[in-house]
């Protein structure tokens, strides 16, 4: 039972383009969404994040949007530049406030920016 | 100086044969997790330390055993490998028990054969 799907295995776009990443979750306690990157052979390290209460977070050149209705989100990289290539994973959690909080991610989007 | 580090970074081993990752974070960190990355790539989570603390455990066989000696570290014991137990193991840790980003570790590959 997926609760967080990444239905794009793979994208590929030009230097200086926009990138964007999709993420659907079935989930509707889910409050708490991040998005984490992964170079081969080593681990994800934390992104960017967003809170349900918000639509919108931005730092630098990402952006996650976050369609509650939709029970959607996106992250958009702008422009793209080759060591963006990674896998991109989305992440969610329903904060119950105490001792249960967890992640559960997607599969993972593999990004590739050529130069 | 390395945030989260797990050893080994990889590790063979022959199905029956019982083996440990051990993970260690240096953040202060008073949470720490293991996740488990399998052929179909999702991370998944087995276990969540708070203080020493077990708070999380995802059905996960018995044959897996954490142990936290302390809030810096928190193990991976196997007993009894099988075969399906061929994955990656990533160890994180976070602040707090929610809210919060966590900060993983480089991975363990374990391949049982």
């Known amino acids: 039972d997926q609760q967080v799907k990444q239905n794009s295995p793979s994208l590929s776009v030009q230097e200086g383009r926009i990138s964007i990443l999709n993420c659907d979750y079935t989930n509707s306690m889910f409050d708490y969404f991040l998005w984490y990157k992964k170079y081969p052979a080593e681990g994800p390290t934390f992104l960017i994040s967003i809170s349900s209460i918000k639509d919108k977070n931005e730092d630098g050149r990402f952006t996650v949007f976050l369609n509650k209705s939709a029970k959607h989100l996106s992250l958009h990289i702008v422009p793209s530049q080759p060591g963006d290539s990674a896998v991109y994973f989305c992440?969610?959690?329903?904060?119950?406030?105490?001792?249960?909080?967890?992640?559960?991610f997607g599969k993972g989007t593999l990004l590739t920016v050529n130069p | 100086d390395t945030a989260v580090s797990q050893t080994p970074k990889y590790l063979v081993t022959q199905m029956g044969n019982d083996k440990s990752i051990k993970c260690e974070q240096n953040?202060?960190?008073?949470?720490m997790y293991w996740y488990k990355q399998d052929s179909k790539k999702f991370l998944k989570i087995m276990f969540s330390y708070n203080n020493k603390e077990l708070i999380i455990n995802e059905t996960v066989p018995n044959r897996f055993s954490p142990k936290s000696p302390d809030k810096a570290h928190l193990n991976l014991h196997i007993n009894s490998l099988e075969l399906g137990d061929s994955a990656v193991y990533f160890c994180?840790?976070?602040?707090?028990?929610?809210?919060?980003?966590?900060?993983f570790g480089p991975g363990t590959r374990l391949t049982v054969t």
């Open positions: 953040l202060g960190h008073d949470t």
């Open positions: 992440a969610a959690s329903a904060n119950s406030g105490g001792s249960n909080y967890k992640l559960t």
């Open positions: 994180a840790s976070s602040q707090d028990t929610w809210g919060d980003e966590q900060y």
